[in-house]
Every structure is written in structure tokens, then in C-alpha cells.
């Protein structure tokens, strides 16, 4: 019935049921409601300030919206879809525990900025939770990075083994990935955190209104310098959904290396039993359903994002019932980017590790072949033709079914008469790794610079959290 609503004034007949079904948001805005109720504070207790509201009235507001938040977080609360949204249900419960004053709170507010503020305080504790996990992943695999900085495995390109790269710089490579998420995320709560509250509908308030000490009593650093841009703006959204995509890609490729890792043919890792699954049928399986399904659901933040822009695209100023969508799109991003951040970090935390196999597969690979055309280059052939000389002595080797540093001095001399004894000190994979020590190599050397600076960086974080 339209006198239910607050709109109601100039309707005589409510919507029609499928309508309402169609528009209403309490069924999932409602998340937002201790937001919603603290926003609502802090401007009842601007209008106070200002003189809007008698000292009885905001007291009575703040009190009775404190009274309303019980209700909800006991489950107590009766949610009414008639109402719409979380908005009007706080508002209407509020007026039926505190009677008139309750009407007086929406004074010089529009559900337009209050949806902004509330809904911006919600994506700032949200990615602020996004940050600290993603936090937690970098020291996850700085620490496996730290035990296993003597350890080897292939490098890969084109997934084709190519050279040898120590266990921890590996990791570390998705260390520095997650570490430029989480300044993406830094960067981003920057411009979440700025209250709109004060644009009203859309033009600003003839009250004599305070957005700055609001935004300060919610905590915000900013206030809107335009009332236009400030109701309609979703930017914030955009951005947050985007990093979580990012944080999703960047974790579908980790999820990836893990399952091909786990394949008995790579036989790098053994899953840890909590996060992997067995077969209904086969009794030998050990599944990586856990990296499988995060890898499967990055599909979902990218639906999200694309959602979002696409929502914005050709929407004119200034509030336009369609950002009633950006809710489920960040919601969406939460649900899936959140849990799959903590899994990772306990997977990651408990997997064990199997440096044998990764060592036998250096050997499988040829991964020394790099080495003997440099070590022929350094004695005087042309890199173009030491490259074809150590290609001809991998044919070899592989039709002698051995390594290249198991061949005879008389094979490897057959094939190019440069070659001398101390050839094998080339071949040695260990040693081979330890020559790379340019920038960000995978040298011991290098690899302990990075693991300082994560260490240092892991340390600084740490100290904004305490
Ligand atoms: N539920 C709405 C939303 O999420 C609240 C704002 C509605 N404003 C309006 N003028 N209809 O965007």
C-alpha cells in the first residue's frame, strides 16, 4: 500500500506486486545496515549540532537507531520487503520505537547521499579486510619462500622447461604480485573513503548542514566537492571490484602451477589432505579442488566488473535507480575474492614441498643446455653457433637417454672440440643458478636481497595493524 511507503504522498495506489519484487533491495542491501545506522548517527548528530534537531530529539534518534541495530544483530528485527530497502526499514522501525522524532532524521538528506555514505563505509571495512589477508598471503609465501631458498625446479616458458630457478624465487615471484595488490588496495580506500553525505538529492541542502565533521565522525578523511558527482558516482566500486579481479587472476595463476605441481608426472607438491578431495570412484585420487574451483570462480569477479562499468556506461547525472545494481556486483567480488584469499594462504601454508622431484626434473629438461652454449661462447665461438653446437649435443644426449653432464669429455669433444674438463663445473645446475645475480635474478644472492625487502615491507605492514 502506498501509505507504507515514505514516498507515498503523491501515489494513490502501492506498486504492483512484481514491481515491488522487481525494485526492492532490503533482500540483499541489508548487509549494509550497521553502516546505514552509523551514517544515520552521525548526521542526527550534525543536525544537533547545527541546531536542526532539539538536543531531546537527536539524542532520541541515536539512542532509538542503537536500539534498531540490537534488533537486527539478534535477528530479532522484522524485515519489511514492502519497504524497499535497508533504509526505509531502519527508518520506519526507528519512528515506531521513538515515534516523531524518528521523522525528523531524514531532514536535509536524500536516500541518494545516504545510500553513497552507507554503502562506501561497507566497501572500506571490506577492502580493508581484502588488504590484510592479501598481507597475510605475501608473508604465507615470503616464509615457505625463506625455508626453501636452497631448492631448485624448472623455470618455465611456454610451460617447456627452460632454465633452473631456486624454489624461493618462485614464490617470491607471487609475493611482489600480491604486494602490488595490496598498494592497488591502499590506493583505491583512498578514494572510498569520502562521505558524500550533504549532496542531498542532488543539488545540495538548504540546511545549514556540516559534511566535513560527518565524514570525520564516521571516520572518513574527505568530503564530495561536488553534489552531482557525489550521488552518482561509483567509481569507488569500479576500482575495489577491479583489484579483486586482479587479486582473482593473479590467484588462478598460482592455483594453476599448483595443480599442474600436483599431477604425479610434475610430482612437485603433495596437497595438504584439507584442502584437496577424492574420487567417488577411483580410489587413487587426490584432487586439487580447492585450486580448481578458485581458478573456476575468478570468472565471477570478471562477470562483476563487467557488470559494474557496463551499469555506468551512459548513465546520466545524477542518481539513477540502476546503481541500485553496484550492491550484488560488490558483493559478488567479496564473496568469491575473500574466502579464496584465506584458502590460498592455508594451502600454500601446509604444502609440502618436494625438492627431490623438482631437481630430477632440472636433469629431464636439459636445463643446463643454456650453460654449455655460453661456456662455449666464452671460449671463443660465436654465441650463434655455441647455441647450435649445444643443440646438437642435447640430440645426442637425449638418443644416449642421459644428461648432458653425463656424457664423456670424448662424446662432448666429438661434438665440438672446444670442450675441456672444466665443462662440467658449467653444467652443474646448482652452480648455474648461482651465476644469475643481475636485478631480481634467481642468484642466491639476489634472492636474499628480495627476501629482505619483503621481510622489511611484511614488518611495516605488521606495524600498521598493531
Ligand atoms: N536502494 C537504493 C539504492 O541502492 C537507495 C537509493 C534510492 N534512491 C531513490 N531515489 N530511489 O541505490
Redo the contacts with the bound molecule.
Sequence with gaps: MAENRSWGGRFSGGPRAATAAYTE?QSF?RALYRHDIRASQAHAAMLGRRGVLSHEDTAAIIAGLDRVREEMDSGAFVWKPEL??V?MNVEARLTDIIGDAGKKLHTGR???D??GLA?RLYVADSVAAWRKNTVSLCDVLTQRAAEHKNDMLPGYTHLQPAQPVSLAHHLLAYAWMFRRDVQRLTDALGRVRVSPLGAA?LAGSPWPLDPESVAREVGFDAVYANSMDAVSDRDFVLETIFCAATIMMHLSRLCEEIILWANPAFGFVRLPDGYATGSSIMPQKKNPDVAELMRGKTGRVYGALTAALTMMKGLPLA?N?D??E??EAFFEAEATAAPSLCLMAGMLAEMEFRPDRMREACKAGFLNATELADYLAARGLPFRDAHRAAGRAVARAESLGKGLEDMSLEELQAIEPRVAADVYAALDYAASLRRRETTGGTGPRSVERQLEQMEQWLSERAAEQA
Design positions: 533491495s542491501d524497499e530497502d533504509h536524500s536516500r541518494n545516504q545510500v554503502f538529492a542518481y535507480r546503481l541500485q553496484d550492491k
